[in-house]
């Protein structure tokens, strides 16, 4: 007769820990997570920013020394 209350409260409380820790948990890692997350998708984003600055810098460099070039060009056409 034991035996037959035994199991059933053993597998209520391992249902109950069960339940309880798996809420918890997921509470727990999903904050990591999202700091985890966040801190990845700034650096993504910074990174991004800086390479298109720095291929925005490398066009007005490439202009200013074709617009030197022209302006040569011209002036020694003029003359």
Known sequence: MKRILIYPVAALIALCLNFSACSKSEEVV????????????????????????????????LQKKMDEKTKALDETSSE
């Not at 990845?40 to 066009?59: E, F, L, P, R, W």
């Open 30 to 61: 999903s904050e990591k997570e999202k700091g985890k997350v966040e801190k990845i998708t700034d650096q993504v984003a910074k990174d991004a920013v800086k390479g298109m600055n720095s291929a925005i810098n490398k066009a007005k460099v």
